[in-house]
């Protein structure tokens, strides 16, 4: 099916819009990416800005949301004027880490219990740290409190 307008933007919406394939698109007329496409193959996956999701959602582009961002235990947002990075369970800890493995590249670990890991693995559970800070300008600061 093709929409026209009188001004703006031309689409066309339907099955094989670029001529081959059996996915659903929603397309610009003048366009060869999809704005948005459902696989024909009856797994639902759907893309945006992308002919042929591979994925549940396959998004070619930033996404932005204005309050916060959440997969699985994971949250991303800004909360209380912090850009942040958490866990909406007290018991998930958080990890950060290279190839998504933070149990072989433990980079930084906050686990359960609010104890830091860095570069290592396993974590401190004594009482005499409290907070740990590393600050550099002209010369390098190392501070336990």
Request: one cysteine or more; glycine letters at 16%.
């Amino acid at each position: 099916m093709y929409i026209g307008a009188t001004s703006g933007t031309d689409w066309r919406l339907g099955k094989s819009v670029f001529g081959t394939g059996s996915n659903f698109h929603i397309a610009k007329h003048s366009g060869t990416v999809a704005a948005i496409s459902i696989n024909s193959s009856g797994n639902g996956y759907v893309g945006i800005g992308v002919n042929d999701a591979s994925t549940p959602l396959e998004i070619n582009g930033n996404v932005y949301s204005s309050t916060r961002m959440q997969g699985g235990n994971t949250l991303i947002g800004t909360k209380d004027g912090y850009a942040c990075l958490g866990s909406n369970s007290t018991t998930v800890p958080i990890a950060i880490s290279r190839d998504w493995l933070p149990s072989s590249y433990p980079d930084l670990i906050i686990n359960a219990s609010g104890n830091v890991t860095v570069g290592g693995t396993s974590s401190y559970g004594g009482t005499g740290v409290k907070s740990f800070n590393i600050q550099a300008t002209d010369y390098p600061l190392m501070a336990f409190y």
